[in-house]
């Protein structure tokens, strides 16, 4: 009997343990529901929601090779026994992981249980990470990610033989309940999900990709919105960069040089966006502890001790008296998903105008994110609050974001339904509203829409101030200060990760 244990990979393509197993015998496809992850602080219904759609998703595509998916909930060195104990096994597939650290502490103790039963471990890997002490230090990693993008996914097998196991006690398949509700917007599950959004970018939407990625107006239907299907591993970076390759290599662009150029410099743009990805999962795979403390431990003692627990209850709920900042937040409560631009913008001012250590908005942000990604996110947390090393924080001010990417107040308006009537020239400043204006519209500062927590741009200052010399006294070096809105610290660019 061949197991092969999914993880964050539920899918048949691409997928090196599923077709090794085919090919070697009966399959045990096994998905674990492990208390340690379901009920971590970093999980929440949407996830599960969405998780759930994608293991429809799978069972359905193994049944139709003939295989089945076995579904169990406990945790894992305990289910691996129980399975052994019915059918002794000798070797156990997965893809490598580079997650959270409960994922890692469960992968310590399952590799035990391996070696105390004779069992081989095999792990491939996958999202282009090198596993070892110091791998870029080591190896050429830009060099083996471009190769491994590059190379062909992974066949799913025709045929897949189940392996029979016998019953296993009922406690084994009961659901745990997650805390909290499933968004209303939430995107759906699914492999057919994932490539329907896959065809139709490739098709209609790259070419305008680039500039739509940053007003949270285009980027809703302009961006790929591949990133959940990508961080339960339902489509790999491989796949991707395929279609990519096909849609360059498409004839109707061979008769149209100009328009084969503008499409290539979108599709360059595109996997600059996929190479980050890949990049910070080398950076969390090597340093998993920036979960938990920073990056660079010369900012230790910077936030510690001041968290003021009313500033983040009204960051949480969408009630910092900035309208963009607060639409952006209420789009992420039903939708589970905001651009980049507006997750940076929800961040910086939590960590750096309110001043909140990151850990609690990196928690809370994680369950709201239905594409929560532990690498992606540990790393942005920490660029954003300055933390990650020199030159490190991002600012965004939320009045001039609003100015440049939601111009006429559409989205400001669409999510904050309150501030429908605030006329244009007080939309993204309703505080600046003499009184009489206010009663006019309807909208009483204070009452119908909050007044502003704090004094954005002084508490910027005062952050860029307190960041600056922390990182100083740290012995680290100044970098410039500059950006969009001139609020932007820049140092520590997405792109140096290359
Ligand atoms: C504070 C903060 C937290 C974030 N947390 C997450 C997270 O938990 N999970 C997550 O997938 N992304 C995270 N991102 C990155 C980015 O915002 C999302 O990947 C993107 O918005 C997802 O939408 P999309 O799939 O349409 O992206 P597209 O613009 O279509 O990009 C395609 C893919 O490239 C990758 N990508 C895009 N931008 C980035 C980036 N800045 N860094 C790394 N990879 C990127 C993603 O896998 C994405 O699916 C975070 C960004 C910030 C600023």
């Not at 970018?201 to 239907?221: D, G, L, V």
Request: glycine residues 8%; aromatic residues 10%; hydrophobic residues 45%.
């Amino acid at each position: 009997m061949e197991i092969v244990w999914f993880k964050r990979d539920l899918r048949i393509r691409d997928h090196a343990p599923l077709a090794d197993a085919a090919a070697a015998g009966p399959v045990l496809a096994l998905f674990l529901h492990e208390p340690e992850i379901i009920l971590a602080p970093d999980f929440s219904a949407a996830h599960a929601g969405f998780i759930r759609e994608c293991l429809d998703s799978l069972h359905a595509a193994l049944q139709e090779r003939g295989g089945e998916l076995v579904e169990m909930t406990g945790s894992a060195p305990g289910l691996l026994e129980q399975i052994w104990q019915q059918q002794p096994f000798a070797t156990l597939r997965s893809h490598q992981e580079t997650g959270n650290r409960a994922s890692y502490q469960r992968d310590e103790l399952v590799a035990a249980w391996c070696r105390a039963h004779g069992v081989t471990w095999r792990q491939s890997p996958q999202n282009g990470v090198i596993r070892s002490q110091d791998a870029r230090a080591k190896r050429d990693w830009i060099a083996e990610l471009d190769a491994y993008s590059s190379s062909e996914p992974v066949k799913p097998p025709r045929h897949i033989i189940p392996a029979k196991l016998p019953a296993m006690p009922t406690g084994f398949v009961a659901p745990l309940q997650v805390a909290g509700h499933d968004k209303p917007g939430r995107m759906k599950g699914g492999r057919a999900e994932a490539i329907g959004l896959l065809t139709a970018f490739m098709r209609t939407k790259i070419s305008r990709y680039p500039y739509a990625i940053s007003s949270p107006i285009t980027a809703e239907h302009g961006c790929s919105r591949l990133s959940p299907f990508l961080a339960y591993g339902v489509i790999t970076m491989r796949e991707i960069v395929l279609a990519m390759n096909r849609r360059v290599d498409s004839p109707e662009l061979a008769v149209n040089e100009a328009e084969r150029e503008r499409l290539i410099s979108a599709l360059r743009f595109f996997a600059d966006r996929l190479r980050w990805r890949a990049g910070y999962f080398q950076n969390m795979e090597s340093m998993p502890q920036m979960e938990f403390d920073n990056i660079h431990p010369g900012m230790n003692g910077l936030r510690e001790g001041e968290f003021d627990p009313v500033f983040f209850a009204r960051w949480r709920d969408g009630e910092t008296g900035y309208p963009m900042m607060d639409a952006a937040m209420h789009m992420l409560h039903h939708t589970g998903w905001i651009n980049m631009r507006m997750r940076g913008m929800l961040l910086s001012f939590a960590v750096n105008e309110l001043w909140l250590h990151w850990r609690e908005p990196a928690l809370f942000l994680a369950r709201e994110f239905v594409d929560y990604e532990p690498a992606i996110h540990y790393n942005q947390m920490q660029i954003h609050a300055g933390t990650a090393g020199a030159g490190s924080m991002l600012a965004y001010n939320p009045v001039k974001q609003a100015q440049e990417l939601d111009p006429k107040g559409i989205f400001v308006r669409r999510w904050l339904p309150a501030l429908r009537a605030v006329p244009d020239a007080y939309i993204f400043t309703p505080w600046t509203m003499p009184p009489a204006v206010q009663t006019t519209c309807g909208v009483v500062i204070g009452t119908d829409y909050p007044a502003p927590l704090v004094d954005h741009l002084d508490a910027a200052r005062q952050a860029r101030s307190r960041v600056g010399d922390a990182q100083i006294a740290a012995g680290m070096r100044p970098q410039s200060v500059r950006g969009r809105d001139g609020q932007k610290v820049a140092g520590t660019s997405q792109v140096a990760l290359f």
